[in-house]
């Protein structure tokens, strides 16, 4: 599997309109071939950035100051929450249930981030506030769990889809109005897909 997001100077995507499905998403497919987009936590820390998940202040801490253990610890974990991410999209779709084993570690990862809820007043209206008690380290993953607990507890599931060309891995969360959304883009399956298809009625019409 190639690596390294520089290398491929491939970009993240972001067509699963939910956190946890873009996360999931920097697997793919690029001409034909699985590609992975981290390929170390340089590329982990970006997407966090480009997520607002991370700020820019806090980027360049874990960069320039973790030890490099460090760093190889934040990338094998949000890797391995990836896959368990992925498992729990994959039974989603397919309308099983969701593993244990998923919430356990979202649970996980949430539990190392004691802080509290305040109350906030700002443009006019009042806004609940978690104030974080946590090391940077141990709550860097924590805005990716929260979106977990998020999709778990107020997303609709049933709106979870997978892309739906068959050699394609991407998933997203369907907001179009009536809910009939196939492909992860037009601009990468779906135009491809009806190509395709055109060209086969095409071949198929017989010649007079």
């Known amino acids: 599997m190639t690596t390294g997001r520089a290398q491929l100077r491939q970009p993240f995507l972001f067509v699963g309109n939910h956190p946890c499905l873009d996360f999931i998403n920097t697997r793919m497919i690029v001409q034909g071939n699985p590609t992975d987009l981290l390929g170390g936590c340089e590329d982990l820390v970006a997407w966090l950035v480009q997520t607002r998940m991370m700020n ?15 760093q190889e610890q934040l990338f094998e974990q949000g890797v391995m929450f990836r896959r368990v991410l992925s498992e729990m999209v994959a039974r989603i779709v397919a309308r099983k249930s969701i593993p244990n084993s998923a919430t356990a570690f979202i649970n996980q990862i949430l539990s190392r981030c004691p802080g509290f809820s305040q109350l906030v007043y700002t443009k006019g209206h009042f806004e609940r ?36 060309n068959p050699v394609c891995i991407l998933y997203f969360y369907d907001t179009t109005k009536n809910h009939t959304r196939n492909w992860c883009s037009m601009q990468l399956c779906g135009n491809r897909i009806k190509v395709a298809a055109h060209y086969r009625r095409k071949r198929d019409i017989p010649t007079v």
Request: charged share 25%; aromatic share 4%.
């Open 129 to 164: 506030r978690f104030r974080s008690q946590a090391s940077q380290k141990d709550s860097v993953l924590a805005p990716l769990a929260e979106a977990a607990s998020d999709l778990l507890c107020s997303g609709k599931l049933s709106l979870v889809k997978k892309c739906g």
């Open 56 to 70: 820019k202040t806090q980027a360049v801490a874990v960069m320039a100051q973790w030890s490099r253990k460090d």
